[in-house]
């Protein structure tokens, strides 16, 4: 069976990815030294290097539509122009993305000084420098042992940053001194062609992100749209977000204050100071600085395993770099050498020589990509089939290989040679090691992964499909027993069994497919015994072996992509502290999942004898249907039907016991459902009562608790506390039109109405 891989990535992530990889040291560190060089036509720099860039955005995204493969602008350069190409490109990168993570790196140091100063405590570069090292260092320990970083946070960090910067240009426009900008046209170009030139080349570096989401290619959702529209839409926020605030920091701060040793490198905090917004919005700034400086170096360590692993996996480095550590499931060897790389270019290169080399890395690649879309145009292969066409082709491809020639010999001297050097070392790289192992030539190549989807043949009535996660044989047993008998009314039915292997962020998913067989056999063995179960049980069933982040997401995807009509999935019957706070997998799942839930805390294979509550809530129907299900599938199982009544002042305990049996009698009646026994249990503290009678059962069905998000955090669910105090299997069930809400989605929403 061929592993999918969980594309989990939707439009928002895809911006957030690509714009969080953006805003850094492009906006925080660079409009002070590349003003040097331009004058205020720094300004027109930040747009001409969106527009440079444009071209190799459009190209990454058709490219990546026709090879969303782990490895992004490497894999298509590869297959586009051949291995020697590949090799150039994908150490280039990775170099690139090394030096980008640098500058951030000693780039947010800078940022600290303004506060510590408040304080009457200073830093020498030196010091700085040091500081800079323990943090990477630090980063770089993070990703080894494969802390988990979520699509959620990241897009958190962007909306924070976005914030804060457009509350600066906000309330600091209004302070731009027009005559700032030169006075002329002359002026503003004070320093003619060759400076705006020069300045464009240095802040090239800021738009580095916006193809860089391409290396995750393989998890983005309908990566025909959302890849092409994410990029663009990133690149074109960031630019004008940028222009804006360049706009602002010239307009604001003299030339020659922004020229000195104390404003240089922290130009939004100059602004700051000249307007005279007090010590508040310095940490501010301050704090989206580090945000944005510290998130891009984490990146530069987060990504770097992606292109070392494409190497290795097509034989143009050793295998080590691709191997991933049995303890921490992180390629280790590529990201100690990646951190190590960052830590000496932080120590030995000034600011300014490291954001030019950088960016000559990322001019050669993005040629590269150019040329390789042009190559798979001209010899256009069977399989190349982009869900999104690059636009006015081949003349802004063209446009991109020229303009990247030229501007390269706009930089110094340093630089040129860095980006002329890698590509001599590629070169011979490839001459010495990977020509002789590699037998291939450009544009060609195959899907990492083939995904079939479940098709019907004309006329064929769809079968109710209940997905059943499982991944313990000592309990998927018996949740497969309860799907089976869920699904035995309905004809005709099939189950649908799926496995999750996750994987840290810092490890491409393609990755753990070629490399970790151990854990993809083990995944096979779990989903070959779950199709023995259902042999035996008579129904038919289909499997999903998944290579995917989160297992909650994962499984809403195949639920989704199934069009499942419920999902019966194991329950530990205990929830983390944490878990009430930050919400779990079956949150989620319980949350979101367009069909029935059954959760299953599982005790024994059996149900035996079975008690289902009724109290007349949205979910008693299902309550009962599903508890008689299992009841009907296993021999000698009885059903008693419980509703639990308190006693009011003013009546007798025979009314209420009334009031209940009328209530199970009209659910069973709705139901359809004759045979079954009841019972009407009165007592004063409903929870206890409830917890009493099921530990009289082997089983016991309910429904999931209404209470609100906030009330769990505080006291946890009536669920939770049944997990932890029946000794006997317990079911949770609700409607496929359910309205549970995790902590999370409470407070989203409160903000977004403006009320409960």
Not at 314 to 325: A, M, R
Not at 690 to 700: F, G, M, P, S
Not at 723 to 732: H, M, N, Q, S, T
Request: proline share 4%; aromatic share 6%.
């Amino acid at each position: 069976m061929p592993e999918e891989l969980e594309r989990d990535l939707g439009l928002p992530s895809v911006i957030a990815i690509s714009m969080g990889a953006m805003i850094g040291s492009g906006i925080f560190i660079l409009p002070g030294i590349a003003m040097q060089e331009a004058g205020p036509a720094v300004i027109l720099a930040f747009v001409l290097a969106a527009v440079l860039v444009l071209p190799a955005a459009l190209s990454i995204a058709e490219l990546g539509t026709a090879m969303p493969e782990a490895g992004g602008d490497y894999i298509f350069i590869e297959r586009g122009m051949g291995p020697g190409a590949g090799t150039i490109a994908g150490l280039g990168t990775w170099l690139m993305l090394m030096f980008k993570g640098s500058l951030a790196l000693f780039g947010g140091m800078f940022y600290l000084e303004p506060v510590l100063s408040s304080f009457d405590v200073t830093m020498t570069q030196t010091e700085l420098r040091l500081l800079a090292v323990v943090i990477g260092a630090l980063l770089v320990g993070i990703n080894v042992i494969g802390v988990k970083q979520t699509g959620g946070l990241q897009k958190i960090l962007v909306v924070v940053m976005l914030f804060i910067l457009g509350g600066f240009v906000g309330l600091t426009g209004g302070s731009v001194d027009t005559a700032l900008y030169g006075g002329s046209l002359d002026g503003f170009f004070s320093e003619g062609s060759v400076g705006l030139f020069a300045a464009t080349a240095t802040v090239l570096i800021s738009y580095g992100g916006v193809t860089k989401v391409a290396a995750v290619a393989e998890e983005i959702e309908n990566p025909g749209r959302n890849l092409p529209l994410g990029l663009l839409l990133s690149l074109a926020i960031t630019a004008i977000l940028y222009a804006l605030i360049v706009a602002v920091i010239v307009g604001v701060v003299e030339e020659e204050m922004l020229l000195t040793d104390e404003w240089e490198n922290v130009p939004v905090v100059a602004v700051v100071e000249v307007v005279g917004l007090g010590f508040v919005m310095v940490v501010l700034i301050v704090v989206a600085a580090m945000f944005a400086l510290i998130s891009t170096a984490n990146a530069g360590v987060l990504t770097a395993s992606r292109y070392p692993f494409a190497l290795s996996r097509d034989n143009l480095l050793p295998k080590l770099f691709g191997d991933v550590n049995d303890r921490f499931r992180t390629p280790v060897t590529a990201i100690l050498i990646t951190g190590g790389v960052m830590l000496f270019v932080v120590v030995a290169l000034p600011v300014e020589q490291i954001a030019k080399t950088a960016g000559a890395f990322q001019i050669l690649v993005y040629i590269l990509v150019c040329l390789s879309l042009m190559a798979f145009r001209r010899r256009d292969p069977e399989w190349y089939e982009p869900e999104f066409y690059s636009p006015l082709y081949p003349w802004i491809q063209i446009f991109g290989v020229v303009s990247g020639v030229f501007i390269i010999t706009q930089m110094d001297l340093l630089p040129q040679v860095g980006g002329v050097g890698i590509a001599i070392l590629g070169a011979v790289w490839y001459y010495v090691y990977g020509r002789p192992r590699v037998d291939r030539s450009g544009v060609m190549g195959e899907a990492l992964v083939d995904i079939v989807e479940p098709t019907l043949p004309e006329g064929e009535e769809k079968p109710h499909r209940i997905v059943v996660p499982v991944a313990n044989p000592e309990t998927d047993r018996g949740l497969i027993r309860l799907a089976a008998a869920k699904a035995a009314k309905e004809e005709p039915a099939e189950l649908v069994a799926m496995n999750v292997i996750t994987v840290p962020d810092q490890t491409s998913l393609a990755q753990e497919v070629a490399y970790e067989q151990e854990r993809i056999e083990r995944q096979q063995e779990i989903l070959d015994e779950a199709q023995e179960i259902a042999d035996e049980l008579g129904i038919g069933l289909r499997t999903h072996a998944i290579v995917g982040r989160d297992v909650g997401d994962t499984v809403l995807d195949v639920i989704e992509r199934e069009d499942a009509d419920g999902v019966v999935m194991g329950w530990s019957g205990v929830r983390k502290p944490r878990d009430r706070i930050l919400g779990s997998n079956i949150d989620r799942i319980i949350e979101r999942a367009p069909c029935e839930v059954s959760l299953v805390r599982p005790r024994g294979e059996t149900v035996g004898d079975i008690v289902a509550f009724v109290d007349g809530g949205q979910y008693s129907e299902t309550v009962v249907r599903q508890a008689a299900a299992f009841a009907e599938a296993e021999n000698g199982a009885t059903l008693t039907l419980v509703n639990i009544q308190t006693v009011g002042a003013d009546e007798s305990e025979a009314e209420a016991t009334e009031r209940g049996r009328a209530l199970i009698e009209n659910v069973t009646t709705r139901v359809g459902l004759d045979e079954y026994e009841w019972n009407v249990v009165t007592g004063d503290d409903v929870q206890a009562t409830l917890i009493t009678v099921a530990n009289e059962y082997d089983t016991a069905v309910l429904g999931l608790s209404q209470r609100t998000a906030l009330e769990q955090v505080f006291s946890g669910s009536l669920s939770d506390t049944l997990g932890e105090e029946v000794d006997g299997k317990v079911i949770l069930v609700r409607n496929a039109d359910a309205t549970i809400q995790s902590l999370q989605t409470a407070i989203a929403r409160r903000f977004r109405r403006g009320r409960p």
